[in-house]
């Protein structure tokens, strides 16, 4: 066997632990904890009054203005300074939810928007309360039209991810520095941590079509013009 | 009973309904005719508070109303309101992702609170009334307009409202496909449901009301029988619009 793949198989699992230890349940929690906040600031910046909307622009502006190391810096290194002592995972987490919140507020809001006055009528009329409709008849409409571009935030969060190794984290892509510091192979450490974020990727994308399919099940398919 | 009285709804300064009063007898047919901008839609959509005016009350469901231009009513009136009404609209606005049955149940599970055996046998029942229980399974998307719509009218019926509203019911469908709709209408007259109608449509309009109120500028010009507005109007406005409704085919035709 050659050299560099006795090394390539030996580094496998340890990457492959840290990717599933960390990796994953990083890119999950953040995803979940930033639709969450997304949805939120979606709702305050179509219902809520004046004052709430200006500090939700402001977020928005602030989060999607400036570089996602940065941020993950300010929160990690530069807190500190302030009192705020948080722990790698946590201080990541922390960054991540905001970003994706930023970014994922503004596609749930088109989303919402996307929805014909019509269906809130028609809510209304059977004697739907305002969270009723949303439950029932908006998010389960709004969902279909968002998530194309909420797969994309969450492959790119996949990945993102990997600027968590800045921060101490073990995650995958630090495993792969330390081993590639010991070796000397950077080549073959990041080409083949390269290949399992395309695996998690590949997964979640196929994950990501099966909803979509799902989700579409209702709407007429698109006839090619003859 | 349900009834408006002194009903005035103005959009940021502008005027839609200068002070109309209505009466809508148990089991009577009323249709509301007039030039787009009249305020048939806005008078409709003041019933079941889609709209709330700024001035006038509301009986319906055995409470009353009234309006204020500084305040709306509780949210719970206007529930009450709106669970005790049933309304249809110009463009069906069927719950896209559902499906025909999940349409019709979804009053009676979300907002009534029945059992799902009972509300699918209830929707199954009115399903098969406006002929569409063969469609039961299938989305919205896949029908057409005039099967839209009748799937529109069981899912305002399911609950059984005190007045079934509809807005231009036809206006979105060739005739032929209208006369589904219409024949669908006719059968929920003759067995006594209480419907206001907004329309351009004379079979509705001329051949199923009891009531014809003939709307113009946000005020009622004139009521009454089909047969008073449509052959005898008193008022020459009301003339002139009847006229552009009917207007005759040239000779040739005939």
């Known amino acids: 066997m050659p050299p560099w793949l006795t090394l390539a198989l030996h580094s496998f699992w340890p990457l492959l632990k840290a990717g599933l230890a960390l990796t994953v349940p990083l890119t999950l929690f953040s995803f979940v904890g930033g639709l969450l906040l997304g949805f939120v600031v979606a709702l305050i910046r179509l219902f809520a009054p004046p004052p709430a909307v200006a500090i939700v622009r402001f977020y928005i502006w602030l989060i999607r203005g400036t570089p996602l190391l940065v941020q993950l810096f300010i929160i990690f290194y530069g807190l500190p300074n302030a009192g705020i002592v948080l722990d790698a995972f946590t201080a990541a987490l922390i960054g991540f939810v905001l970003n994706v919140g930023a970014y994922t507020s503004e596609v749930i809001r088109a989303a919402i928007l996307s929805v014909p006055r019509g269906q809130w009528q028609a809510s209304s009329a059977i004697g739907m309360t305002w969270a009723q409709t949303m439950r029932r008849t908006i998010v389960p409409q709004a969902t279909r039209v968002a998530i194309p571009s909420l797969s994309n935030s969450f492959i790119s969060l996949v990945k993102d991810t990997s600027l968590a190794a800045a921060l101490t984290v073990p995650e995958m892509f630090q495993v792969a520095q330390q081993i590639a510091a010991v070796t000397y192979e950077p080549l073959i450490l990041y080409c083949e941590t390269a290949l399992i974020y395309l695996i998690f990727s590949s997964v979640l994308s196929a994950w990501q079509t099966r909803i979509e399919t799902r989700s579409m099940r209702h709407v007429p398919k698109l006839e090619a013009a003859q | ?254």
């Open chain 2, 1 to 254: 009973m349900i009834s408006l009285s002194g009903i005035v709804k103005t959009y940021a300064a502008q005027p839609v309904l200068h002070g109309v009063d209505l009466a809508l007898e148990a089991g009577s047919v009323t249709t509301l005719i007039g030039p787009s901008g009249s305020g048939k839609s806005t008078l409709l959509r003041c019933v079941n508070l889609l709209e709330v005016p700024q001035a006038g009350a509301l009986s319906v469901a055995g409470q009353t109303l009234s309006f204020t231009p500084q305040s709306r009513p509780a949210r719970d009136a206007i529930l009450a309101v709106r669970r005790a009404t049933g309304m249809i609209f110009q463009d069906f606005q069927l719950f896209a992702h559902r499906t025909v049955l999940q349409n019709v149940m979804e009053s009676l599970l979300t907002v009534h609170r029945w059992a799902p055996p009972k509300a699918r046998a209830r929707a199954l029942e009115l399903l098969e009334k406006v002929g569409m229980q063969h469609k039961a399974d299938a989305w919205p998307g896949e029908l057409s307009g005039g099967q839209q719509q009748r799937v529109a009218i069981a899912r305002a019926m399911a609950p059984s409202p005190q007045i079934l509203l509809c807005d231009e019911p036809t206006s979105a469908l060739d005739p032929e496909l209208a006369g589904d709709v219409i024949n669908v209408l006719a059968q929920l007259a003759a067995e006594g449901t209480t419907m206001l109608i907004a329309t351009h449509d004379l079979r509705l309009a001329a051949h199923i009301a009891h009531q014809v109120v003939f709307l113009d500028a946000g005020r009622i010009v004139e009521r009454g029988s089909p047969q008073e507005i449509f052959a005898h109007p008193s008022q020459q406005r009301t003339e002139t619009f009847v006229a552009t409704l009917n207007s005759p085919l040239p000779d040739w035709v005939i």
